[in-house]
């Protein structure tokens, strides 16, 4: 019969708890249930053994951070050795929480760990009678040492997101979305609101950021004469277009409107052409972004379409984790379940769809070509992901793939073989990497001469310095024993030095 230990991981140490007649209390597991709550039943089968409390807070962060991993941390080995060492060859099982936790203790100290059966149960009741289990260990004391490493531990967590960029791709994106709703609600407000007083230039000028641009310039129609040309055509960027906005003016059908509802008119077109500007940023942004995360996946299918994979998926990680098969439907949940339920065609893309090489191909190859793109989306975001040095490399070369299939899909080109593109692209990346390491090289080389050309002139100067002030010195000192001659006093100190220079020679 083994004797039953439990491990406990709180945020203030390890604490290992004995439990008495493990067999039969296994036997019974709803009277385990019920003595949890009750604090002199757990008590009776519950005993604290040993407690090894942690020293430091960042001690404790980095216990817990291993745990979490199911990696056994090295204070928590040692407490256990040196516990089970002194039962010599008793049958012991240790109760864990986490199987993998588990895993590594047997590994590396050869004790059987276990944690199902009455386990979980146990461990339930030692979490919620911990403070009175152990002794000088109060409510208050165990809430705060929780709050702290709990605190240390999250903020840990988002340091250590080695991706953590992909939050702000997921985050722009969607801001990206939201601002073309946007843009183009308040565009057609501001197209039906102007258009009262100026019915023609809708049509005359189609494009929303223009029109709100153009709206902003003109104000009262009355007021547009062959003047305002130049400047037309440089808000509507075609000269055509300016002369007709003049001529149409001098011949609108539009109402006439107060100066109070044209001024209400003007600030909300400015509006609009700051918020279409602020799109224009927030779309380079995103290009940036997604340049320094996911190059590959950017250059295989651009910035958007990508962004909206990776927010999709949740992150960057999550998206090298699906199989091509779950990208290639990523976006197309609820079509893909009604066509489940309804046992018709499942759906062949989803936020690939937005992809230019669907459109490009054909009605018959849309679900070839999507599958194939799929393919290669997963690959793009797996280098993406563990690729140390990001490169865009990879990423061209599977478009280029992509590119040669729809060929084939057309004309029947058959493509190159993948082993063959794949050696041809990690030879171009070893080669950048070589090209960006001789940069960076010669970089620090001129910096270190700089600062010796720098060093160098600082000591020429401070020398010059130091020479300047040692003529001074000097001149000083001259007119001082001038001085001092004047009046008398240097012929004692001549003599005393004579004296002095006689003793020497003595």
Not at 75 to 93: A, E, H, P
Not at 212 to 225: F, G, P, V
Not at 481 to 492: F, I, R, S, V
Request: net charge positive; glycine share 6%; hydrophobic share 40%.
């Amino acid at each position: 019969m083994s004797q039953l230990y439990v491990l406990y991981e709180h945020a203030a140490g390890f604490s290992l708890f004995s439990v008495k007649e493990f067999e039969e209390v296994s036997m019974f597991l709803p009277q385990v249930e019920a003595s949890v709550t009750d604090i002199s039943k757990f008590n009776s089968i519950v005993k604290l053994v040993g407690f090894a409390p942690f020293k430091t807070a960042i001690a404790a962060l980095e216990n817990i951070n291993a745990i979490s991993e199911g990696i056994a941390p090295q204070d928590l080995l040692v407490f256990l050795d040196d516990f089970f060492s002194k039962l010599k060859k008793k049958k012991c099982t240790l109760g864990i929480a986490d199987a993998k936790l588990g895993a590594a203790i047997t590994e590396s100290i050869g004790v059987q760990c276990s944690h199902f059966g009455a386990v979980p149960e146990i461990i339930r009741g030692i979490r919620f009678h911990f403070h009175r289990l152990v002794k000088g260990f109060t409510d208050s004391s165990a809430g705060i040492a929780q709050l702290g490493l709990g605190h240390s531990y999250s903020r840990a967590k988002v340091k250590f997101n080695v991706h953590r960029s992909d939050n702000m791709i997921i985050q722009s994106i969607a801001l990206l979305d939201q601002l073309d709703k946007d843009v183009n609600t308040f565009s057609m407000r501001i197209r039906e609101w102007y258009s009262y007083h100026f019915p023609e230039l809708v049509k005359i000028v189609p494009d929303n950021y223009l029109f709100a641009k153009a709206a902003k310039y003109i104000k009262d129609r009355k007021s547009l004469t062959q003047d305002k040309l130049e400047e037309l055509e440089e808000i509507v960027m075609d000269s055509a277009k300016a002369q007709a906005i003049i001529d149409a003016a001098k011949m609108s059908m539009g109402m006439d409107i107060s100066i109070v509802d044209l001024m209400n008119i003007e600030l909300f077109a400015e509006r609009v052409v700051r918020l279409s500007e602020y799109r224009k940023k927030m779309a380079t942004y995103l290009h940036n972004k997604m340049e320094a995360v996911a190059p590959n996946l950017q250059s295989l299918i651009g910035d958007q379409v990508g962004a909206r994979l990776i927010s999709h998926a949740g992150s960057l990680t999550n998206l090298a984790k699906y199989p091509a098969s779950t990208v290639q439907i990523l976006g197309a949940e609820k079509a893909l379940f009604r066509a489940l339920k309804t046992r018709s065609n499942t759906p062949k893309y989803g936020l690939l769809y937005h992809s230019s090489f669907i459109g490009r191909a054909g009605l018959k190859n849309k679900g070839r070509i999507s599958r194939f793109l799929a393919n290669k989306c997963s690959i793009a975001s797996r280098i993406d992901c563990f690729l140390e040095k990001p490169t865009s490399v990879f990423g061209e070369t599977l478009k280029q793939q992509v590119e040669d299939r729809l060929k084939f899909y057309e004309s029947g080109e058959v493509p190159r073989k993948n082993i063959e593109v794949m050696k041809e692209a990690m030879e171009a990346a070893e080669k950048e990497e070589t090209v960006t390491e001789t940069q960076t090289l010669k970089k620090k080389n001129k910096k270190k001469k700089r600062k010796a050309e720098d060093l160098e002139n600082g000591n020429g100067v401070e020398g010059s310095k130091a020479n300047g002030n040692a003529e001074e010195a000097n001149s000083t000192i001259v007119e001082d024993n001038g001085a001092e001659a004047e009046d008398g006093e240097p012929k004692k100190k001549k003599k005393k030095k004579k004296n002095k220079n006689k003793n020497s020679e003595a």
